[in-house]
Antibody, heavy 121, light 110 residues
């Protein structure tokens, strides 16, 4: 069974940092492109970042302006999101999601249950 | 402002057929496959339709997803109370090098 389990969310002050993790199981993690997608309270889905299977291709949504860094450890079947200089508008549930191939040919087919990040003083 | 445009709400009665539209551009829907997600509030999105009109295992054939040019639609026939949820269209955008989503449509079964 495919499982994606996010962790690391919580309450952080504006300007602070947080590192999210996503533990994968039930599939060949090293063969999949992985993504972070977020959803602000009461709002729609927003793609955050994507990393290819070997970390050769990494993309971010333009609005992040270099504050977030995506990475992965295929030996540990884990995906990460380092978030720095956090702002109130980063408050959201953060989901990790896998894609069987790159370039948009395949869908984001499995999603984790999400972890809530709250940025507030 | 979402890259893909969806109506914010839709409604129907049990047994009825409803459609939800999704409009994009040549760099996304016009050149890539469209996927649809169902999200019950408080839960993670679930893949409903992929590659424009394919259904993952377990998704009933009441759901279908035609695409034409730079627009796509999600059609739900034989509407049921459990279909009440938020629905999102999504695709890859070659200009942005990222996934883009519609703003979501809240479906109410009255």
């Amino acid at each position: 069974e495919v499982q994606l389990v996010e962790s690391g969310g919580g309450l952080v002050k504006p300007g602070g940092s947080l590192r999210l993790s996503c533990a994968a199981s039930g599939f060949a993690f090293s063969s999949y492109t992985m993504n972070w997608v977020r959803q602000a309270p009461g709002k729609g889905l927003e793609w955050v970042s994507s990393i290819s299977s070997s970390s050769n291709y990494i993309y971010y949504t333009d609005s992040l302006k270099g504050r977030f860094t995506i990475s992965r450890d295929n030996a540990k079947n884990s995906l990460y999101l380092q978030m720095n200089s956090l702002r109130a508008e980063d408050t959201a549930v953060y989901y990790c999601a896998r894609v069987p191939c790159s370039g948009g040919t395949c869908p984001l087919d499995y999603w984790g249950q999400g972890t809530l990040v709250t940025v507030s003083s | 402002q979402s890259v893909l445009t969806q109506p914010p709400s839709a409604s129907g009665t049990p047994g009825q057929r409803v459609t939800i539209s999704c409009s994009g551009s040549s760099s996304n829907i016009g050149s890539k496959s469209v996927n649809w997600y169902q999200q019950v509030p408080g839960t993670a999105p679930k893949l409903l339709i992929y590659s424009n009109n394919q259904r993952p295992s377990g998704v009933p054939d009441r759901f279908s997803g035609p695409k034409s040019g730079t627009s796509a639609s999600l059609a739900i026939s034989g509407l049921q109370s459990e279909d009440e949820a938020d629905y999102y269209c999504a695709t890859w955008d070659d200009s942005l090098n990222g996934w883009v989503f519609g703003g979501g449509t809240k479906l109410t079964v009255v």
